[in-house]
């Protein structure tokens, strides 16, 4: 009898709770229609020729694409963000990797304490701290350089790599390193010989976030680069805002190129990443 009461409970419940989740489900589909219709508008401008009063142009050209290469000097600025990404990549792991051991391996006080001052950076809107630190890069003359662009997406990588790293370090046995210790090893041919080819999928993994973070980094990048030292996203920007005519078309094709560049480095991220792996190891580190 208890059942037979409950199924009817259930079922009012199921139809009190309908609107809500088609409320829901109405709002996310608003939403990607939305974003479809505006990432499809500048494809179809990239490509359009002669568009007038009609929903497509009358002809298709990859002109612009050509345009916008020689007009922006998308090379150099390709250049620049391989650079910048690069260097940010390689000395976030020489150092991310490290501290995540300590941290992974070691307890002293104040251990959460800094854990936590390390997921700042990343838990905080880049502006809020990229002003103060823009200050400081323009005062010893690292900022408007390649050296100002590259220290100021350390400041949230090195953090990423950190909180990236210690979930897989954690998953290896000590008993690993001291049977290695009593064998005769040292810490260097331990962390070399033993841990690297060991934590070489979380190296991976941390590296290509790091590359897709510093590649659609915005904030940072544009308040410490300067004309030499552009990276993509900056240049995208400048020449959406800066004096003169352009043709639009040939805006279009530099942000058709940024966003392809960008999805395939978010499908080659998540190929090696479980997103709610990083979000659930945030949420035990602050609890």
Known sequence: MTSSAT?????????????????????VA???VNLAGVIGSVLVSSFGNRWYDSWLPQEFTTKWYGQSWQEFGLFQVLVVTLEVSLLVVGISVLVGVPAAYALARRSFP???LLYLLFLLPILMPPITYGIPLATVLYKYGFAG?????????LVPSVPFVILTMTPFIEQIDPAVERAARMC?????QIFVRILAPLLLPGILAASILVLVRTVGMFELTFLTAGPDSQTLVVALYYSMSAAGIRAQQSIDAMAVMYTTMM????????RFVNPTQLVARVREDID
């Not at 350089?145 to 997406?153: D, I, K």
Request: charged share 20%.
């Open 7 to 27: 199924a009817p409970a259930r079922r009012r419940r199921r139809l009190v709770a309908r609107p809500a989740a088609w409320l829901i489900w109405g709002v």
């Open 30 to 32: 608003f939403f990607f």
């Open 110 to 112: 104040g251990r959460r």
């Open 145 to 153: 350089h390649l050296s100002g662009v590259v220290l100021a997406n």
């Open 184 to 188: 005769g090893a040292g810490t260097r």
């Open 263 to 270: 999805l395939v480095l978010l499908v080659i991220a998540l």
